[in-house]
């Protein structure tokens, strides 16, 4: 199993900046990527931002230019600049193999006032 922890997340104003952490442990040899999803209220959910541990980096074309993903070893960030109000949702940190190993993280609320 991995488990995957996040941290971050919080309320922010329009404009404003957050970053998001998460950490992964146990078995991590069955990941070879992490990343982070977002669910809104009445809305599936979606990739934010993902990255491979070759490096490979896939954002949706909504962060484009706002958000940026990173890694060390086990821990992917995501610094969520110039924030907008339909930022606003569940973001959840997701590691896997981009075949048929899907592993979540319990999910951390970011809201954006406008």
């Known amino acids: 199993q991995v488990l995957l922890v996040e941290s971050g997340g919080g309320l922010v104003q329009a404009g404003g900046s957050l970053r998001l952490s998460c950490t992964a442990s146990?078995?991590?040899?069955?990941?070879?990527?992490m990343g982070w999803y977002r669910q809104a209220p009445g809305n599936q959910r979606e990739l934010v931002a993902r990255?491979?541990?070759?490096?490979a980096i896939t954002y949706a074309d909504s962060v484009k230019g706002r958000f940026t993903i990173s890694r060390t070893k086990s821990t992917v960030y995501l610094q969520m600049n110039s924030l907008k109000f339909e930022d606003t949702a569940v973001y959840s940190c997701?590691?896997?193999?981009?075949?048929?190993?899907?592993?979540w993280g319990q999910g951390t609320q970011v809201t954006v006032s406008s």
């Open positions: 146990g078995s991590i040899f069955r990941i070879n990527a």
């Open positions: 990255i491979t541990f070759g490096g």
């Open positions: 997701w590691g896997g193999n981009l075949i048929n190993r899907d592993y």
